[in-house]
């Protein structure tokens, strides 16, 4: 239980601090879904009780006072610290055994009571649910107003909620590092298990960097192979980290990503769809290159066209085939508009089902054109990793990705972000796996040394 609050903890400040549009949302449930039609069927029932305890002769007024003694304590709730003269109003005006005193008396002014409760909302409440007030001064019906009053007091605590996490947010962002470092320290302690898939995830990044080597080695005649070959942890770190870019999310991420899990996923996702962009524009290029040299603005055009049609290409239900057949035909037609535009003959019969052959192929395993530009995505982004933290810059863009540029950059940002991010709260905890992994002779300063310094 220690660690799973710890865990709990751990996520929500680490989505707070680093996502800018985290909030809390007014949820309800949907009325036709069977908790909405039990919800409804029940506060239906309370609300019709409570208007007929008020018709009565004399009024029963208790469950009338019980919600008044609610409301009070949401409004105590909403106020800060030395707002003693409000404070003290909203006691004493919502008293409740004065309240019950007047009820004996059948003396209970409860248009009054929701008069001031709705007036006190108005001073308490954002900008945005002025007009949720102004409604619930034009409600007659008390029962009504009674059940409006708690709908917007519901929102009013989602609200308090909503500015308490943007106060918060730059205090976790200066702290969050030590923060998110010894929370997890603290899950560590109560689940030693809590490093098994990330030491998992980097003897993998291991494996693939000696299989690397071993490649350049068989392929170079003059190779020493007796030698034990060298590693560097950043480089090992690097990898794994790249593999994260196409990792298959069905399985658990690496226990010091999880924070991150959603934001890599999107990014995955992102590349996944820039690839195919990149994949049709050096096709497109290749195949007409000579017809569209001179229509300056064609990569944008290319983009417009596919986008839409890729959207939500990462759904299983997603048919890529048919979606790159449909962007084949539009290229086609896009190419075909220039040249008439231009009194040039269009496209051959052959030369179009060629060019949509192609982009439809791209789809296929192994295809040559995807490899290369998956290769040179990969490339970018290990250059980038590369890269001081503190330079600002981005690496050069390898050929065939200009298409992309401006987005690569952008996705590129983000990703070396959560990196760069990760590498300073986890680094200690890398710095020991890969000690054990890599040099497990050696003193552990010398790996830690290594990857804080990267």
């Known amino acids: ?8 903890n751990w996520t929500l400040a680490h989505e707070i601090a680093v996502n800018a549009n985290f909030c809390i949302k007014h949820e309800d449930f949907p009325q036709n879904s069977f908790a909405g039609t039990v919800k409804q069927i029940v506060h239906k029932a309370f609300w019709d009780h409570l208007e007929s305890e008020l018709n009565e002769d004399p009024p029963e007024y208790e469950h009338a006072i019980k919600l ?17 003269r409000i404070h003290n109003q909203i006691c004493e005006v919502l008293d409740t055994d004065l309240i019950r005193q007047q009820a004996e008396h059948n003396a209970v002014d409860i248009p009054g009571l929701a008069n001031y409760i709705i007036n006190t909302m108005g001073k308490l409440c954002a900008p945005v649910r002025d007009n949720d007030i102004k409604q619930l001064k034009a409600t007659d019906n008390i029962v009504e107003l009674l059940r409006q009053i708690f709908h917007v007091l519901d929102l009013m605590k989602v609200d308090m909620a909503n500015y308490t996490i943007k106060s918060l947010r730059p205090y976790l962002w200066h702290n969050l590092v030590d923060y998110e470092r010894t929370k997890f320290q603290e899950i560590l302690e109560e689940t030693p298990s809590a490093l098994n898939l990330t ?9 693939d960097e000696l299989s690397s080597i071993s490649d350049e080695s068989s392929s170079s005649p003059g190779a020493d192979s007796s030698s034990k070959p060298i590693i560097s942890p950043t480089l090992v770190l690097n990898n794994g980290y790249l593999k994260l870019l196409q990792w ?14 959603v934001r890599l996923q999107e990014l995955r996702e992102k590349l996944n769809q820039l690839k195919i962009i990149a994949c049709i524009s050096l096709i497109t290029n290749n195949m007409v290159g000579s017809a569209i040299v001179d229509v300056p603005d064609f990569a944008d055009q290319l983009k417009r066209i596919s986008v839409p049609l890729l959207e939500g290409m990462n759904k299983k239900s997603f048919d890529l085939k048919e979606a790159l057949n449909a962007i084949g035909v539009q290229i086609c037609s896009k190419v075909n508009k220039s040249l008439t535009e231009r009194g040039l003959p269009t496209l051959s019969e052959e030369m179009q089902s060629n060019l949509m052959g192609q982009i439809a192929h791209i789809v296929e395993k192994n295809n040559p054109v995807c490899s290369l530009i998956d290769k040179r995505i990969q490339l970018f982004l290990r250059s980038l990793l590369a890269l001081p933290g503190v330079q600002k810059c981005m690496p050069t863009m390898p050929g065939g990705l200009s298409v992309i ?17 990760n590498k300073k709260v986890y680094g200690p905890f890398y710095a020991n796996i890969l000690r054990k992994l890599l040099f497990p002779e050696a003193p552990i300063e010398k790996a830690e040394a290594e990857t804080a310094g990267n």
């Open 68 to 84: 008044f003694e609610e409301i009070k304590e949401i409004l105590l709730s909403f106020l800060t610290p030395g707002a003693n």
């Open 1 to 8: 239980m220690a660690a799973t609050r710890n865990l709990s």
């Open 405 to 421: 540029q401006t987005e690569m950059e952008f996705v590129g940002s983000q990703y070396a972000s959560i990196v760069n991010f």
């Open 248 to 261: 298959d999310y069905c399985k658990t991420i690496p226990e010091t990503l999880l924070t991150d899990e």
């Open 199 to 207: 030491t998992e995830w980097i003897k993998e990044s291991i494996e």
